[in-house]
T-cell receptor, first 113, second 111 residues
Framework: EPEVTQTPSHQVTQMGQEVILRCVPI?????FYWYRQILGQKVEFLVS????????KSEIFDDQFSVERPDGSNFTLKIRSTKLEDSAMYFC???????????FGPGTRLTVT | QKEVEQNSGPLSVPEGAIASLNCTYS??????FFWYRQYSGKSPELIMS????GDKEDGRFTAQLNKASQYVSLLIRDSQPSDSATYLC???????????FGPGTRLSVLP
């Protein structure tokens, strides 16, 4: 069964460093998303991506964040200068249609020290 | 501000019982609704989707939707200890856009 994959599973970085989180969505899906979940809190939307451009972003997704689909399979989230409060699980999700089920990857645990 | 509300629990049920999980949402225009299961430290796993008023059954799971009351529920029949997890209700903000997740209800099925 097709699944969303994410790498790395755990990333430790120092405050102020740049990190890139990688995702491979399900191959025939057209809509891609990033969410994050701070420990013990709700899953929060960051950004959605369709047709090679951002279609929606939340207040969390400020200028420190960017997304890219560098080739036909990968979808990346970059945080330019990490802060302590960026420590969270980051989930990538993909969907075949805009109103359809979203399938989540296993997540990347980001720890900023 | 579009909201999705759930009782945080924990909801404890004995093995073999029916677990009932509830969710309310604020946006009357919402058309699709999703239930996810999340084990501790893992990602959300899709269980059910429901688009029309009424009941939708899939194995031991039944989703119920009442758009007039802005209410969606998930019933788990013959609950098993392996069903112990947090159940997340998710409602799309609009077509092609993000899901708004509820805070989740923690379910504990006691052997």
């Amino acid at each position: 069964e097709p699944e969303v994959t994410q790498t790395p599973s755990h990333q430790v970085t120092q405050m102020g460093q740049e990190v890139i989180l990688r995702c491979v969505p399900i191959s025939n899906h057209l809509y891609f998303y990033w969410y994050r979940q701070i420990l013990g809190q709700k899953v929060e939307f960051l950004v959605s991506f369709y047709n090679n451009e951002i279609s929606e972003k939340s207040e969390i997704f400020d200028d420190q964040f960017s997304v890219e689909r560098p080739d036909g399979s990968n979808f990346t989230l970059k945080i330019r200068s990490t802060k302590l409060e960026d420590s969270a699980m980051y989930f990538c999700a993909s969907s075949a249609r805009g109103d359809y089920e979203q399938y989540f990857g296993p997540g990347t645990r980001l720890t900023v020290t | 501000q579009k909201e999705v509300e759930q009782n945080s629990g924990p909801l404890s049920v004995p093995e073999g019982a029916i677990a009932s999980l509830n969710c309310t949402y604020s946006d009357r225009g919402s058309q699709s609704f999703f239930w996810y299961r999340q084990y501790s430290g893992k990602s959300p796993e899709l269980i059910m989707s429901i688009y029309s008023n009424g009941d939708k059954e899939d194995g031991r799971f039944t989703a119920q939707l009442n758009k007039a009351s802005q209410y969606v529920s998930l019933l788990i029949r013959d609950s098993q200890p392996s069903d112990s997890a947090t159940y997340l209700c998710a409602v799309p903000l609009s077509y092609g856009q993000n899901f708004v997740f509820g805070p989740g209800t923690r379910l504990s099925v006691l052997p």
